[in-house]
């Protein structure tokens, strides 16, 4: 099944949650924020808690694929492919960046190609969640050694080998590199909690995106 087919537009993915609240904005925004980082960012938590504090809508991309596929993004990878995972996710990126009112938009294990980048820079103001890179390297590699995560993913054998784990870290940052190259902010968070992050990305909000309140 394609993107296009909306065949199963209302079935619900094994384990996918819906939007946590109905969004009563305090803003509006002239474009979509776009956040997104490097896999174990936390960027669905940061997402979630500034939606909270500006009751902006939140879409959390992988979500939105369960719902509209039917499965899960592992199912999606197992059956079809992770290139299937990369067109759903750069499929419902280019939907949401064009949605009224605008969003807050979150990229976390869904990734699209490298050939969305013009709808990264055209269309949305793109946060990248930066962290240190040691506490990335943990982060990154409890996802990848995650119940089956390794269908998301390229080459799983890298993730069997844990001495070699730190080889084949760059590697795995370089995937990603590409499209966060065209962030227009970047958001440097050290060690910060998502809830800080949050509160961080808040107050530098008036330089992130063109906003007007309601």
């Known amino acids: 099944m394609t993107p296009l087919d909306r065949s199963a537009a209302h079935q619900s993915a094994p384990g996918a949650t819906s939007d946590y609240y109905d969004p009563f904005p305090r803003m509006s925004l002239s474009r979509p924020i776009l956040i997104a980082g490097q896999l174990g960012s936390r960027t669905r938590l940061i997402g979630r808690s ?43 990126l280019d939907r949401f960046a064009r949605e009224r009112p605008r969003s807050v938009i979150v990229l976390d294990r869904a990734w699209p190609a490298i050939d969305s980048k013009q709808q990264l820079s055209d269309r949305v103001d793109f946060v990248h969640v930066l962290l240190p890179r040691d506490v990335l390297f943990e982060l990154m590699r409890e996802e990848l050694y995650g119940p089956a995560s390794w269908l998301l993913y390229k080459e799983p054998e890298e ?49 992130i995106a063109d906003t007007h309140e309601v």
């Not at 694929?65 to 039917?70: D, R, V």
């Not at 370089?174 to 998502?194: C, G, K, M, N, V």
């Open 50 to 92: 500034f939606c909270a504090r500006t009751g902006l809508p939140f879409v959390d991309i992988d979500r939105k694929i369960e719902h509209e596929a039917g499965r899960s993004l592992i199912e999606i990878a197992g059956v079809e492919g992770p290139a299937r995972v990369a067109n759903w996710a750069r499929f419902m």
């Open 159 to 207: 993730r069997r080998d844990p001495d070699r784990w730190h080889e084949h870290f760059d590697t795995w940052l370089s995937r990603r590199t590409p499209l966060l190259d065209y962030a227009s902010i970047l958001l440097e968070t050290d060690q910060l909690h998502p809830h800080d992050v949050a509160k961080l990305l808040m107050d530098s909000l008036d330089s």
